[in-house]
């Protein structure tokens, strides 16, 4: 059974830092498409970082801000938060693809809110 948890979200003032992770089991995160997405209240979900761990691409409102990284090791990825702004404040979601497979596989997400 594929599960992907997701810890490390919170309240933080504008212009902090978070750092989220997102532990897998069931699949192993070195041969899978792993991203992170995000929604925020009354808006869609959006990609925030997508192919994690290889050549990893941001969605522009967050380039040269937050950094996507893969432990191999520990079967988890990262997302790295700095500079928060107010719009930043979404549910994080961890999303999965083992390489090859049509299964796609998302965490419960953590919240996020960017507030003084």
């Known amino acids: 059974q594929v599960q992907l948890v997701e810890s490390g979200g919170g309240l933080v003032q504008p212009g902090g830092s978070l750092r989220l992770s997102c532990a897998a089991s069931g699949l192993s995160v070195s041969i899978s498409a792993m991203r992170w997405y995000r929604q925020a209240p009354g808006k869609e979900r959006e990609l925030v970082a997508g192919?994690?761990?290889?050549?990893?691409t941001y969605a522009d409102s967050v380039k040269g801000r937050f950094t996507a990284s893969r432990d191999n090791a520990k079967n988890t990825v990262y997302l790295q938060m700095n500079s928060l702004k107010p719009e930043d404040t979404a549910v994080y979601y961890c999303y999965a693809q083992p390489l090859g497979a049509l299964s796609r596989y998302w965490g419960q997400g953590t919240q996020v809110t960017v507030s003084s």
């Open positions: 192919s994690v761990g290889v050549s990893t």
